[in-house]
């Protein structure tokens, strides 16, 4: 393990230009204003629940940014709404989980390249595995190759399905990026409790996958180690493991009380120094964005957070018969009987 | 492998053409083969599939014939396989992943239950599942402990799967090119017991597509349906995979005595052919559900409420049921205690032919 790439093949990408950077400053302010606003729409009562990710926003809009969309794939779990973001997701869709419309949220996987939202945490850390051997099969001309990267946290680390699919990617040389976000606390436990061998990234070793730990709080830093990742992949060399050092700063979810496990002193010793606003101390130390852009962006981030606010108030119940109909591609005589007399009594009732 | 050309006069194949005569493990081999040659999206991989053929050869071959790419071996890890088969299901690949014995399933149980099974349901029908998992299953072959269990319970209770059960080499060879073709996630369980024994295959017909429009049940007479084994007038026997085979012996056995039993090879076990089971038992009025996995919970109670359902007024008797006991599947050694052997059926049909109302 080591806080500098050492990844086989060369990112020759050239550095972020000003703007690419005013626009990571963007999603990430944008980032910052939804997730707040949906800690809020939950106290409203407008969603039932939400997992924010206070603190995260450099660890995932600079991965996020990083994916080209039109050959890569992202396997998130339920906590990736900046990952999300940055990819361009439609966020009422993205949102739409969150408010118990769908499972999975009401975008399409295919299209936005992000794999529905799921609960099982590590469970789609497999699919990725899958999916970049199925890049493998395809024998894609040098350099075509998409990349599956996979998020998961510290605690997800703990399961199993890690274990087999940093083996199954290491055996079969898979382009896939493991992204671990360690944000220090598994819902209460902290990571001293849940990661054994000194941190996950320091796992890699075992399975002879390159691995960096990076500073998750640091935008650029997430960026380049990702694209540094996807270059690795892409070139045919298999794997690779990123851990970005992060911090929950807020609850696990909205039903989460942190006070029974640690105290405000402690959260403000440990959570170290906020993502956004070091960026944006560095962009203006930089001379790469001014203060009238930052209000900009503040703004811009307010008006869209009003608009995907409106889009999940607006958004009814699915019909019914989407509960029955979406369950096979061939429905069965059994499902389509429940169907019709489901329809029958809730019509008479 | 050798295959020997017979004709079989009699049997579900009683065509012009002649059929092949093969076992269940060269059938399903042959299937195999044929669909790999056919999609060439098609995926086989698992433990041991690829240089040994498996540990029942039923992919003996196809990774020289088909490429490292086509057939390949895994980790020693189930969760991994079928985990990896969401992922390429999702990359448009048609994985056909082998566990290697049905005890082994467990440790795959949340990649199964969890993503397989809803992965169709959590995307919105964008992400479709078109994985067919084969399981060697049952016992009946003295394995060690997890080398032989009956999970079709299991899996047919989880919405999102389908769950299939040949009961010969026919069936066995178009039932797997049926499912491997079909774009919902296929739980196929291969009698184990049954792997060796030949049986006539009509190779020459083409595999049945769904029967209805909407991949329904027609009426029993294709692959999508339950098939009757034997026909009989006195009672109804429900089975399917290697019980099937047994159910016949009785049957026979029966047969000396002046009772005529209809046999009823279930096939399907999600979704169960209600039709065809209200067709067989309409006539018959008596009904005995054969299974080796445990009594409660089993299949046995679904098939008998389908049963009372359709048949309350004509029933002469209560639907019984023979079955394993609600115990783990016991050693070698009291393996034949626990399977339903031919006194237990036997005595089922007493029991229901002797039933007066109280």
Redesign the interface.
């Known amino acids: 393990m080591t806080t500098k790439p050492v990844f086989a093949a060369v990112d020759d990408a050239a550095p972020l230009t000003h703007e690419q950077l005013r626009e990571l400053y963007s999603l990430m302010a944008s980032v910052r204003h939804l997730d707040s606003a949906a800690v809020a729409w939950q106290r409203q009562g407008i969603i039932p629940g939400y997992a924010p990710e206070l603190g995260q926003e450099a660890a995932q809009v600079g991965s996020g940014y990083a994916v080209d969309r039109s050959r890569d794939f992202v396997f998130p779990t339920y906590r990736e709404m900046g990952v999300a973001r940055a990819m361009g997701l439609d966020m009422v869709g993205y949102m739409s989980t969150h408010k118990a419309t769908w499972h999975g949220g009401m975008y399409n996987p295919l299209e936005s390249r992000f794999a529905p939202i799921q609960a099982v945490v590590a469970g789609s850390v497999l699919h990725a595995v899958g999916w970049a051997h199925g890049q493998t099969l395809s024998r894609l001309p040098e350099g075509e190759t998409g990349v599956a990267m996979t998020y998961f946290g510290d605690g997800a680390s703990s399961q199993g399905d890690v274990h087999e699919a940093m083996n199954f990617a290491a055996v079969m040389k898979a382009p896939v990026v493991f992204f671990i976000q360690n944000n220090g606390w598994a819902i209460s436990v902290p990571t001293e409790r849940q990661v054994a061998g000194g941190s996950v990234a320091a796992r890699a070793a075992g399975y002879g996958i390159p691995s960096v730990q990076v500073d998750g709080n640091d935008v650029v830093a997430v960026y380049e180690a990702t694209r540094a990742a996807f270059a690795h992949c892409r070139a045919g060399h298999g794997p690779v493991v990123i851990e970005a050092m992060t911090y929950r700063r807020g609850p696990h979810s909205t039903a989460d009380d942190p006070g029974r496990y640690r105290s405000l002193d402690e959260e403000r010793l440990s959570a170290g120094e906020d993502p956004v606003e070091r960026f944006r101390q560095r962009l203006l130390a930089d001379r790469v964005a001014d203060e009238a852009f930052f209000a900009e962006a503040q703004r811009r981030a307010e008006k869209e957070e009003e608009v995907v606010r409106s889009g999940i108030e607006a958004l009814g119940p699915r019909p019914g018969a989407e509960m029955f109909s979406l369950v096979f591609q061939e429905p069965t005589p059994a499902l389509q009987s429940q169907a019709a007399a489901w329809r029958k009594e809730s019509e008479h009732a | 492998m050798p295959e020997t050309i017979t004709k079989t006069p009699g049997t579900a194949t009683d065509t012009a053409a002649p059929a092949l005569h093969m076992s269940m493990q060269q059938a399903l081999n042959r299937a195999l083969d044929e669909i790999l040659a056919d999609d060439p999206k098609t ?1 086989i991989f698992g433990e041991d599939c690829g240089r040994l053929g498996g540990v029942f050869r039923i992919t003996d071959g196809l990774q020289a014939k088909h490429g490292e ?1 086509r057939v390949f071996d ?2 020693l ?1 189930e ?2 396989i ?12 048609h ?1 056909i992943p082998e566990v290697q014995f049905d005890g082994f399933a467990y440790p795959a149980i ?2 199964i239950i ?2 397989i099974a ?11 599942m078109p994985i067919t998992l084969r399981v060697p299953s049952f016992g009946g072959i003295r394995a060690p402990e997890h080398h032989g269990e009956s999970l079709e319970a299991l899996f047919a209770h989880v ?2 799967l ?1 769950v299939v059960s040949p009961s010969n080499p026919h069936d066995a060879y178009h039932l797997l090119k049926y499912a491997a073709t ?3 996630p296929v739980i196929f369980m291969e009698p184990k017991s049954r792997y060796w024994q030949k049986g006539p295959v009509d190779v020459t017909t083409a595999t049945p597509g ?1 029967a209805t429009p ?4 027609d009426d029993g007479g294709s692959l999508t349906g339950a098939r009757v084994a034997r026909e009989g007038r006195h009672l109804t026997l429900v089975a399917w995979g290697a019980m099937v085979a047994r159910c016949l012996q009785v049957a026979e056995l029966a047969a000396e005595d002046g009772i005529d039993v209809e046999v009823l090879d279930l096939r399907w076990l ?3 052919d ?1 039709e065809a089971l209200a067709r067989s038992v309409g006539k018959t009025r008596r009904a005995v559900v054969v299974h080796e996995a445990p009594l409660t919970s089993g299949l046995g109670a679904e098939v008998a409420q389908l049963i009372t359902q359709r048949c309350f007024d004509t029933l002469k008797a209560p639907v019984e049921r023979v079955t394993g006991f609600d115990v783990p599947y016991p050693s070698g050694d009291l393996e034949d205690e626990y399977i339903p052997n031919i006194d237990r059926i036997l005595f089922g049909i007493q029991r229901v032919l002797e039933y007066r109302r109280g």
């Open positions: 995926v790419d895994t980790p890890a969760s991994g079928l985990g990896m088969s969401v992922g390429l299901a999702m990359a448009g690949f994985p949340n990649q969890c993503q809803r992965m169709n349901y959590r995307s919105r029908g964008t992400l479709p919405p999102g389908k079909r774009p919902d769904p909407d991949g329904g049940m999600k979704p169960i209600a």
